[in-house]
């Protein structure tokens, strides 16, 4: 993994040349992790020119599963004193250096931050990283895509454990905290996000956080659970209905949800529109009547963070690389009676590999539990 790192830095210090910028400090936890291989709690990496790379660490790296292990070729330095700002120190480093310009994320530093650097450096011109490392991040390296598929299996294992037990009369939050430790004891290094369940008039809720509500008899319940496995993060919605048959809006709100989510799914082409890939799962919700109480988005990138770019949104500039994960997950939630998600994570790949590639392989059939 060493020279896949050193190439992730070596793209990003191109990008700062031509930009005029000859060292650049990454402070946002996941850019550095990516660039690194490891993000110690607090630490940022400097680059300096001439191939010099320097992790700052508040304190020493632990080279735990959630922090990641340094990649060799970095210099690992630990501040002297606790309390101290790995941030300005690279700061200051980089202006003893004689570096003249230092290319930082501005849309990750505070304000207080930003001037505590021109404070610690004054001769020292900050200019702005933006969206550099992010913009590298979006195509993954079939290492990665590995890691998102071994997290995906995890997820798929917990979820499928859940529905071999009995679900009647527990609470939203004990159903979710169960799945967040079944995700640890398949190999999770932990989950992805908060563990999303709902029962009743909860289901189907973007982000639901769980409550006390016991499942009962005659219920949807949704749930959308995700595992981080060597720091990437994946993602996994269904929606069942607990103890009896289905009532017919249940199957015919199910039917909807899936030929929409089916749609995205279908359009997941290299060089397709963000926004068309959106448009092709709405529109089959649009068809039927539901424009209230629908996703906002269709669906999202995945990595290092659970929600990155690209963004399948109505108003989403771009368009499909190879190799990209992402979301699928449209959903109608019907006020005071529940509703239906579904959520996939899959890798975009050419018509000639077979299409998208799906990871979350849980089935999608609506069972009664």
Not at 39 to 45: E, I, N, R, Y
Not at 57 to 76: I, L, Q, Y
Not at 100 to 119: F, I, K, N, W
Not at 289 to 307: F, M, W
Request: aromatic share 2%.
């Amino acid at each position: 993994m060493s020279e896949v790192y050193a190439t992730r830095r070596e793209r990003l210090r191109e990008r700062c040349a031509a930009s005029g910028s000859a060292t650049a400090l990454v402070t946002r936890p996941a850019n550095v992790r990516y660039l690194a291989g490891a993000a110690p709690h607090g630490s940022v990496l400097l680059l300096l020119g001439r191939g010099q790379d320097v992790l700052l660490c508040g304190g020493p790296p632990t080279g735990d599963a959630v922090e990641g292990r340094p990649d060799e070729a970095v210099d690992v330095r630990v501040l002297p004193r606790a309390g101290g700002d790995p941030a300005v120190a690279a700061a200051g480093m980089a202006a003893g250096q004689g570096a003249e310009s230092l290319a930082v994320e501005e849309h990750h530093l505070t304000v207080t931050r930003h001037r505590a650097l021109g404070s610690v450096a004054p001769r020292l011109r900050l200019a702005d990283l933006g969206g550099a490392v992010e913009q590298l991040r979006v195509i993954k390296d079939e290492e990665e895509i590995s890691s998102l598929r071994i997290g995906a299996e995890i997820a798929d294992q917990a979820l499928g454990e859940l529905l071999e037990s009995i679900l009647v009369g527990r609470t939203e939050r004990h159903l979710a905290l169960e799945l967040e430790r079944r995700l640890v004891d398949h190999g999770a290094d932990g989950p992805a996000f908060a563990t999303s369940v709902g029962t009743g008039p909860n289901s189907g809720r973007r982000g639901h956080r769980p409550t006390d509500r016991r499942v009962e008899e005659g219920d949807f319940l949704s749930v959308c659970l995700g595992a981080t496995y060597q720091g990437y993060r994946c993602e996994i919605g269904r929606t069942f209905v607990i103890g009896t048959s289905p009532a017919d809006w249940q199957i015919e709100l199910y039917d909807l949800v899936f030929a929409a989510q089916r749609a995205g799914r279908e359009a997941l082409l290299p060089g397709a529109a963000y926004r068309d890939v959106d448009r092709a799962a709405r529109q089959v919700l649009d068809s039927a009547g539901h424009t209230e109480g629908v996703s906002s988005l269709t669906g999202h990138g995945v990595g290092l963070e659970i929600d990155e770019d690209p963004q399948l949104a109505p108003a989403a500039m771009g368009k499909l690389d190879a190799c990209v994960p992402v979301t699928v997950e449209p959903g109608v939630h019907l006020p005071g009676r529940g509703g239906v998600r579904i959520d996939d994570t899959l890798v975009v790949r050419p018509e000639a590999d077979g299409g998208p590639e799906l990871l979350t392989i849980t089935t999608k059939e609506l069972l009664a539990l």
